[in-house]
């Protein structure tokens, strides 16, 4: 296992429009988590799977942004009606009970 | 107010100073992570500790449960250890891991 991967590395979309991002954590992982970076802030997290339960999610996670896991493995992150105030990097992480290993993100720029 | 502060915001040093950040945090954590961030985004998990210090190469890292305090040390640093480096700590959710919290990180430049 190559560790965690995310698709795509970057997306520019115009405000409005709908966009989709994957993770794929590591096989053996059960728990993954989204969080979310702006420049110049450290990241804040978003939303937390226990294999597919979505346990947790944040205050920051508008009505505009879902997330599924659906088989347990890996998940995707949807934000409708993009704003400009959404552009960020998308980060995702996974874990079994220890440290979380973080994808490379998602880069999201909202034209 | 941010529960998890960071020491300096941003550093510079020459190469093969030693370096010190700082991490401070009020909130209830089980562990600490330090982070490592290069331009383009991409995170690498540094250490992870609960109690005492851990050593991997240059990088030394120690935390004070009772103080809420954690420092990250670079021994001989390098330009190549210039990067963003961001603690961060797990709440406390009853379990030994949960959703991390994180400073704003501190972004160090190292120059030869």
């Known amino acids: 296992d190559t560790g965690v991967s995310q698709d795509p590395r970057h997306k520019i979309t115009k405000r409005g429009q709908n966009v989709t991002f994957r993770c794929d954590p590591i096989?053996?992982?059960?728990?993954l988590y989204w969080y979310r970076q702006t420049l110049g802030q450290g990241p804040e997290f978003l939303t937390y799977?226990?294999?597919?339960?979505?346990?947790?999610k944040s205050r920051l996670l508008s009505d505009r942004f879902s997330a599924e896991r659906p088989k347990g493995s890996f998940s995707t992150l949807e934000i409708q009606r993009t704003e400009q105030g959404d552009s960020a990097m998308y980060l995702c992480?996974?874990?079994?009970?220890?440290?979380?290993?973080f994808g490379p993100g998602t880069r999201l720029t909202v034209t | 107010k941010n529960e998890v502060e960071q020491s300096p915001q941003n550093l510079t040093a020459q190469e093969g100073e030693f370096i010190t950040i700082n991490c401070s945090y009020s909130?209830?954590?089980?562990?600490l992570h330090w982070l490592q961030q290069h331009p383009g985004g991409g995170i690498v998990s540094l250490f992870m500790?609960?109690?005492g210090k851990k050593k991997h190469g240059r990088l030394i890292a120690t935390i004070n449960i009772q103080e809420k305090h954690s420092s990250l040390h670079i021994t001989a640093s390098h330009p190549r250890d210039s990067a963003v480096y961001i603690c961060?700590?797990?709440?406390?959710?009853?379990?030994?891991?949960?959703?991390?919290?994180f400073g704003k990180g501190t972004k160090l430049s190292v120059k030869p």
């Open positions: 799977f226990q294999n597919e339960a979505q346990l947790e």
């Open positions: 096989s053996e992982h059960n728990r």
């Open positions: 992480a996974s874990s079994g009970l220890g440290e979380q290993y």
């Open positions: 500790l609960s109690s």
């Open positions: 909130v209830g954590i089980s562990a």
């Open positions: 961060a700590g797990p709440l406390n959710y009853g379990g030994s891991q949960g959703n991390l919290i």
